[in-house]
């Protein structure tokens, strides 16, 4: 089994995360409610914002505005936790998952990279709203489950954004 190094960057506080679940199940939406309770949780224990997210079936990214930048671990995991711990109610689990402290909701390990700059904030921003198109063919003013109007309002994108004129940029990316 190998360790996992995490890279923590005291200077710009925000990092892009992207938590899959086991095996690709798709519970996320149909439980969205249970989802938002598990945010609001963790909220309540870290001091941290959800910069920018998407919600999808089966996964979801996110950029974390931190205070302190070594939280985002412990936040993913108070998150998978919180969520599990509810969820595990309808879900059957296997003596080795349960052996293991695991529960068949959430791949083991998260993916997550620590924002540079402004360049690579306004990439993974992109990316983000992007998706919903990449996955489901549904323009991001259409997709209810992403932040994407809230940077609307703030006059980052026009609402009609990402008519796919320069989808290839973002395309190349992939973050999963």
């Not at 509810?86 to 791949?107: A, D, P, Y």
Request: aromatic share 18%; net charge positive; proline share 2%.
């Amino acid at each position: 089994m190998s360790n996992y190094i995490r890279f923590y960057n005291n200077t710009y506080n925000y990092v892009f995360v992207t938590i899959v679940t086991y095996n690709r199940k798709s519970i996320l939406l149909d439980n969205i409610d249970l989802l938002r309770n598990s945010f609001k949780f963790v909220l309540n224990k870290y001091s941290f914002e959800i910069f920018a997210c998407i919600i999808l079936k089966d996964h979801l990214h996110m950029i974390l505005k931190m205070e302190n930048p070594h939280d985002y671990s412990e936040i993913i995991r108070l998150l998978k936790y919180n969520f599990s711990r509810k969820m595990c109610k309808n879900v059957r689990v296997s003596q080795s998952k349960l052996h293991k402290r695991e529960k068949g909701i959430w791949q083991r390990r998260f993916w997550e990279h620590t924002i540079r700059n402004e360049q690579d904030l306004n990439t993974h921003l992109d990316y983000i709203h992007y998706n919903s198109y990449k996955h489901y063919q549904i323009a991001p003013e259409n997709w209810k489950f992403s932040s994407f109007k809230k940077f609307v309002d703030l006059g980052y994108y026009e609402p009609n954004w990402c008519n796919f004129e320069n989808k290839n940029n973002i395309f190349e990316l992939d973050f999963e």
